[in-house]
């Protein structure tokens, strides 16, 4: 009976590890890239969310353009990817638009800003990656 009870455990435990792996998606995959410094997976995994108007995602490829992580620093494209999440509600991305803002010239804005028009009006085909 005892033997029997502790097989039962490990069968239930072993199927509730796999329901827990079952749960991750493009979020934590993405993340788990991120965070082990591996940014084109990342990249892609945050790029398609974003595309689809995930305000996190849109704000993690706004800080990767920012630093430079996986892509060249580009001030202009952390910018836009900013603006978007920060319309959507995401309070980190507003602090960084602000911040993103302030290193950048009236030109650079305003090139932003006419990059996040194009990239939306295209539903993200036109986007400047």
């Known amino acids: ?4 009870n502790i097989v039962g455990g490990i069968l239930l435990a072993a199927q509730l590890m ?3 792996a ?3 998606g493009p979020w934590e995959d993405g993340m788990a890239a991120y965070n082990r410094g591996d940014y084109v997976p990342a990249i892609r995994v945050f790029r398609t969310m974003a595309e689809h108007g995930n305000a996190k995602a849109q704000n993690v490829l706004g800080v990767m353009f920012r630093k ?3 892509v060249p620093k580009n001030p202009a494209r952390a910018h836009m990817w900013f603006s978007f999440a920060a319309k959507r509600g995401e309070a980190g991305a507003k602090v960084e ?3 993103v803002s302030r290193t950048m010239t ?3 804005i305003s090139q932003a800003e006419a990059m ?3 990239c ?3 539903n993200y085909r036109a986007c400047e990656y």
């Not at 009976?1 to 029997?4: A, D, E, F, P, S």
């Open 22 to 24: 079952a749960v991750a």
């Open 106 to 108: 009236a030109q650079e």
């Open 1 to 4: 009976m005892r033997k029997r």
């Open 97 to 99: 638009l602000r911040e």
């Open 68 to 70: 430079g992580e996986g």
């Open 116 to 118: 996040a028009r194009a």
């Open 18 to 20: 796999g329901s827990v």
């Open 120 to 122: 939306e009006a295209s």
